[in-house]
């Protein structure tokens, strides 16, 4: 049972440019919360989606981010117009559907450096 | 309200010793507390959680304690290995875990041989 996974690995973005970060959750799996985690700090919770819906997205900044989780597909979590305080490592982890396990699952991890 | 504090920052014992990571809530809504361990370059994985209804769960050497009153819980590593040298979270949420985790700043742990 593969797990979480995500792409890709790492990313270099120039000032300005697009990031976009892949994530696939578990198989059987239909929530999806994705972090941000800065170096030697803990992680911070960016938004929490489920197939096609964005349950919570009070960690999202306000501007130039944005996330979906489409009914096919993996989730996508964009940022726009980087900037080098983007630079970070954002995870992503998968729980099952209600009533199933409750924990949540990180994938790998997508290092972005913005330069 | 929505915070986790941890401590201590950093920890060293030595091979065999038990150390012993502490975190602290105010919200008393929050009902479901993981902990995680993170090796450098990787993804934070799930070591062990809890709800509010016990005081104590065990899985293998990892033991979490848990003090509703004092809005307290902690982990345990017993017989501590060198291959325990890690990053360690803790994290809270409400509802059950389909929640947003808040996690702790984390304890880095080295356990020399």
């Known amino acids: 049972n593969a797990g979480v996974m995500q792409n890709p690995r790492h990313l270099v973005r120039r000032r300005g440019q697009e990031a976009r970060l892949r994530c696939s959750p578990m198989?059987?799996?239909?929530?999806v919360y994705w972090y941000r985690q800065l170096p030697e700090e803990g992680l911070k919770f960016m938004v929490y989606?489920?197939?096609?819906?964005?349950?919570?997205e009070s960690g999202m900044p306000k501007e130039r981010f944005s996330a979906e989780f489409p009914k096919e597909g993996p989730s996508i979590l964009r940022i726009q117009q980087v900037v080098r305080g983007d630079s970070a490592a954002y995870f992503c982890?998968?729980?099952?559907?209600?009533?199933?396990?409750?924990?949540?699952?990180f994938g790998p991890g997508t290092r972005l450096t913005v330069t | 309200q929505q915070q986790v504090k941890q401590s201590p920052q950093s920890l060293i014992v030595q091979k065999g010793g038990i150390p012993i990571i502490n975190c602290a809530y105010e919200?008393?809504?929050?009902?479901?507390f993981p902990w995680y361990q993170q090796f450098p370059g990787k993804g934070p994985a799930l070591l062990i959680a809890?709800?509010?209804?016990?005081s104590e769960k065990k899985e293998g050497r990892f033991t979490i304690s848990f003090n509703k009153s004092a809005k307290q819980f902690s982990l345990h590593i017993m017989d501590s290995q060198p291959g325990d040298s890690a990053t360690y979270f803790c994290?809270?949420?409400?509802?059950?875990?389909?929640?947003?985790?808040?996690f702790g700043a984390g304890t880095r742990l080295a356990v020399h041989p």
């Open positions: 982890a998968s729980s099952p559907p209600l009533g199933g396990a409750q924990e949540q699952y």
């Open positions: 198989k059987g799996h239909s929530h």
């Open positions: 989606l489920q197939k096609e819906n964005i349950i919570d």
């Open positions: 919200n008393t809504a929050f009902d479901y």
């Open positions: 809890i709800r509010p209804d016990v």
């Open positions: 994290a809270a949420s409400k509802g059950g875990g389909y929640n947003k985790l808040i």
